[in-house]
């Protein structure tokens, strides 16, 4: 069963108004013919401003974050009905740093998760380990935790994206090698495997993500189980388009 390809860009807190309007714009004709899905994940209060400007293009606005309750006391926070209603539809959870500096935590992560999927949202749900637990020898362990904790009570597990983004990769300018990101997020699918069904593993979307930009971009996508990437630094710039254009 062929995966389509799904490149999405996470613009953390960067971009205006008027840069992320201008970006989208100088996009938009770059990325027309993509072979894969495509969309910017974008802050908040950029959401009406970029859904007006991707209008009629094949970049789907996305989300950074949500919280899982429907409404009420949580200053700050953003619900998945706000979300729906710029026709939202992929939402980043559990991102490292909101892991990092937020308080995030797998069980938040979990009720996150949770509230996207029983809203019709897709989340793309991170997932990785930091340089200490990688040379330590603990990645799968960390993973498998996090996976076990993070999709607790999901049914349908092919209605999430993974993206696996080794802590030490992010912003860091240090990419995993082919090797091993194609060797973790092959573990991530046959975790998936054992915990759902083989079917659903052949099925569902991984992304690698962690300095992937426009020159490891061909290698990282070569490996047959990375189906895409979660591209921070480089989706600010137009060179997001060399890396939804891989393939070309
Ligand atoms: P980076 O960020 O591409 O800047 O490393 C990736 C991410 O945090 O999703």
Redesign the pocket.
Known sequence: MARKPFIAG?W?MNMTVATGTQLIKDLAPLVADANCDVALCVPAILIPAMTEAAKGTNIAIGAENVHWAASGAYTGEVSTAMLKDYGVQYV?IG???RRQYFGETDETVNKRVLTALAAGLTPIM?IGETLSQREAGETEAVITKQLDIDLQGVEDVTKIVI?Y?PVW????GRTATDEQAEETIAFIRSRIAEMYCPKCAEKIIIQY?????AGNCKGLMAQPDIDGG??????LKLDFAKIVNWDK
């Open positions: 996470n953390k980043i991102h490292s740093e991170c993206a983004e990769a992010i912003g860091t993500g962690g300095s992937m930009n979660l591209i921070g630094g480089a989706s």
